[in-house]
Structures are given as C-alpha cells and as structure tokens.
C-alpha cells in the first residue's frame, strides 16, 4: 500500500474510534449494533484494513452518522461541501436526545438560515441517509 493510502486508512480508524467513544460505545456494542466482527472491527480502527462501501455504510448506521462521511474520510467519494454543511447535519444526526422529527425540523432551520453554495442547492436532507 502507498503511504497516503496507509494514512488515509489510519485517519478513517481513527475517526470511526473517536466517534464511537463520542457515542460511548464499546467496540462489542459497535459490532453488536453493526453485525461487523469485533476483531475486524479493532483491525479498521488500528488502519490494517481496508473496509468496503458496504462495511462503511454499517459502520456509518451503527454510529448513527452518514456514510458519506466515511465515504469521503475512505476517498470513496470527494468531499462535497467545503462550507460545512454536512458537519453541522452531521452533528445534529448525531444528537442522541432529538428523535427524528426534530432533527429533520433542525436541519430544515439550518438550511433555511443559510444561502445555498454559489450555484447550487443544498443536499436533500436525509435523502442519503434511507433508514434514518
């Protein structure tokens, strides 16, 4: 593996492990959460492993966060808004005291309070995020 691949793998761990222990989760309750072997899972946090699209969109539904984030933190994707808006969704997405009618009704705030990006129009609010 070339070395930004190696360190693009360990930022990714590193993410993932900070954002479970933001969410106060061991690494068995991600597994739990995720159906994802707790070795394997111990493997993606340390960077040895390369998870695929689909282990990153479980990793993404357990942690309760959006799989594009983890798409872009992997260079699945490139990042599609240098303003912020997906951490600012992302935080509320992640706010374990709102249920889902009041964080999509924070997110519609949000967007309604900002100008869309020259040209273009903010993203669905949860059209990415199915089974939210």
Partial sequence: MADGVEQRLRDLGEFIRN????????????????????????????????PSAEILQQIARGLAISAETLYERAGILDHRDPNGVPDVVEAIHRAPDLDDRQKQALIEVYHSMRRPPEGGTFPADGASEAGR
Avoid: D, F, V
């Fill in 19 to 50: 954002q479970r222990e933001g969410a106060r989760l061991s690494l068995r309750g991600l597994s739990s959460r995720t159906g994802i072997s707790n070795p394997y899972l111990s493997q993606i946090e340390r960077g040895l492993r390369k």
